[in-house]
C-alpha cells in the first residue's frame, strides 16, 4: 500500500488562489514617487513605494508568492499550519496571508523580539514562538512543522524560486512599466538590499530577460557576509551578531541570494543608514524603514558618480516599509545613543551632498 499523501482539495485550493487574487485585484500598483534633488538636475532619482501594500512592506510581494508557491505545489493544504522563521515584515506579510485564507501560522523568533514587532503578527491572528537562541530560529522552525504537521515557508530558501522573475506583475515588471513614460525610462541603475535576496534575484534576472541596459546594484549593511561574498565566493562565511537594520543583510549566506545577477555592491554603514531616514523625512514627508536609507545612501552614491561623468539618467531604489514601526528604534534619540549612533555630522553631510 502507498503512504503517499491523498492529494489536495482542488476546491478549497481554488477557492485558496481565487483570495489571493481578489487581494491583489483590490490592491492598486504601488506608486512610483520620484523626488527631485537640486544636486542632480538632470537625475532623476525615484522611490518604488513598497510600504503602501496591506501588510505594509515590500514582503508583502514575498508573502504572496511564498504561499502560491506552496499551494500550487500541494504543500500547502487546509487547515496546514504555516510557520516561518522570522522576526520582522515577511512575518507580519506571511500572518496577513495566513489569516486571508483561514490558515494557522506561526512566527519562529528570537525572545529578544520587541513587544511592538509580536504585535503586529498578533493583530493578524500569528502566533511567535520565542526561542532562546537566535541560530536555532531555523531548526526550530522544522522541527515545529514536523510536531505540527505542517509547512516550513523558508524565505531565505525560496525566495528566488517563488517569484515568476520573466514577469506577471512581479516588482520589476511593476517599475519599468511605470517608467515607461519618464524621460529617462530604462534606468541606469536600480538599487536595493538583500535579506532573503529574493528582489535582487527578480529584478536582475528580469533585467537580463529583456535585454535592458540598467544595471543592478544590492547595498549591504554592518554585519552582513553578501558583500564579501560577492567579491570572495566563500558560502562558509558568516558574522556573530545580526544586521541591525532590519529586512537586509544576513550572518550567513542564504540560498536566495544570487551573485550573478548582480552587478554592483556597496557598503553602507548603519549610521548612515539611520541619518538618511531623519533626512528623508524632510524630503518625502513621512517615515520609512532603515532599509529605505540604506537603499538612499547607495542611490546617492551612484548619482554622484554620474553625474561625475557629465552623464545623464536615472536611479530606482525603494521604500521598503513604514518608518513607524521604527519610532521606538531608528526614531528614537535614546535608543540611538545607547546603540552609539552618532547621526547629526552624517545628516548634514548628507544634506550638504543633496542641495
Given at each position: 500500500?502507498?503512504n503517499a499523501?491523498s492529494?489536495?482539495?482542488r ?5 485558496a ?5 481578489s487581494?491583489?485585484?483590490?490592491s492598486?500598483d ?8 537640486p544636486a542632480f538636475?538632470?537625475i ?9 501594500h ?19 505545489n500541494?504543500?500547502i493544504?487546509?487547515g ?8 520582522g515584515?515577511t512575518a ?7 489569516k486571508?485564507l483561514g490558515l494557522?501560522f506561526t512566527a519562529v ?11 503586529w503578527?498578533?493583530?493578524y491572528?500569528?502566533r511567535?514562538?520565542?526561542?532562546d ?7 526550530e522552525?522544522h ?12 524565505q531565505?530558501?525560496?525566495a528566488?524560486r517563488?517569484t ?5 506583475n ?7 512599466g511605470?517608467?515607461s513614460l ?10 536595493v538590499g538583500a ?8 529584478i536582475?534576472?528580469?533585467?537580463r ?5 540598467t544595471?543592478?546594484c544590492?547595498v549591504?549593511?554592518?554585519h552582513?557576509?553578501f558583500?564579501?561574498?560577492?567579491e570572495s ?5 558568516t ?18 541570494f ?14 548612515a543608514?539611520?541619518a538618511?531616514?531623519?533626512l528623508?523625512?524632510t524630503?518625502?514627508?513621512?517615515k ?14 551612484l548619482?554622484e558618480?554620474?553625474?561625475a ?8 531604489t525603494?521604500?521598503c ?10 526614531y528614537n534619540?535614546a ?6 549612533y ?14
Amino acid at each position: 500500500m502507498s503512504n503517499a499523501p491523498s492529494p489536495p482539495s482542488r476546491t478549497w485550493l481554488d477557492q485558496a488562489i481565487g483570495r489571493i487574487a481578489s487581494d491583489i485585484q483590490r490592491s492598486a500598483d504601488t506608486h512610483l514617487i520620484r523626488l527631485d534633488l537640486p544636486a542632480f538636475p538632470d537625475i532623476d532619482l525615484y522611490f518604488k513605494d513598497e510600504s503602501v501594500h496591506p501588510s505594509g512592506s515590500l514582503k508583502h510581494r514575498l508573502a504572496r508568492s511564498l504561499f502560491l508557491f506552496g499551494l500550487c505545489n500541494g504543500w500547502i493544504r487546509e487547515g496546514t499550519p504555516i510557520i516561518e522563521a522570522s522576526s520582522g515584515s515577511t512575518a507580519v506579510s506571511e500572518a496577513y496571508f495566513a489569516k486571508l485564507l483561514g490558515l494557522p501560522f506561526t512566527a519562529v523568533m528570537p525572545k529578544s523580539t520587541s513587544a511592538k514587532k509580536i504585535a503586529w503578527i498578533e493583530f493578524y491572528g500569528g502566533r511567535c514562538h520565542l526561542v532562546d537562541d537566535p541560530c536555532q530560529i531555523y531548526q526550530e522552525s522544522h522541527r515545529l512543522a514536523d510536531e505540527l504537521g505542517g509547512h516550513f515557508m523558508d524565505q531565505f530558501a525560496n525566495a528566488e524560486r517563488a517569484t515568476d522573475w520573466r514577469g506577471n506583475n512581479n516588482i520589476a515588471e511593476s517599475i519599468f512599466g511605470q517608467l515607461s513614460l519618464e524621460r529617462y525610462p530604462e534606468p541606469t541603475w536600480v538599487v536595493v538590499g538583500a535579506g532573503t535576496g529574493g528582489t535582487s534575484a527578480t529584478i536582475g534576472r528580469f533585467i537580463r530577460y529583456r535585454s535592458l541596459a540598467t544595471k543592478l546594484c544590492v547595498v549591504d549593511p554592518d554585519h552582513s557576509v553578501f558583500h564579501e561574498f560577492f567579491e570572495s565566493g566563500d558560502t562558509a562565511l558568516t558574522r556573530d551578531c545580526p544586521s541591525a537594520i532590519e529586512g537586509i543583510g544576513r550572518p550567513r549566506v542564504e540560498a536566495s541570494f544570487l551573485p550573478h545577477v548582480i552587478d554592483r555592491m556597496i557598503h553602507v554603514p548603519d549610521a548612515a543608514s539611520f541619518a538618511a531616514i531623519h533626512l528623508l523625512e524632510t524630503l518625502l514627508g513621512s517615515k520609512c524603514g532603515g532599509s529605505t536609507g540604506t537603499n538612499f545612501c547607495g542611490a546617492l552614491q551612484l548619482m554622484e558618480e554620474i553625474a561625475a561623468r557629465g552623464e545623464t539618467g536615472s536611479v530606482v531604489t525603494l521604500i521598503c516599509d513604514r518608518g513607524d514601526r521604527y519610532l521606538d528604534t531608528y526614531y528614537n534619540p535614546a535608543w540611538l545613543a545607547q546603540h552609539g549612533y552618532e547621526i547629526g555630522p552624517l545628516l548634514e553631510r548628507l544634506c550638504s551632498r543633496v542641495g
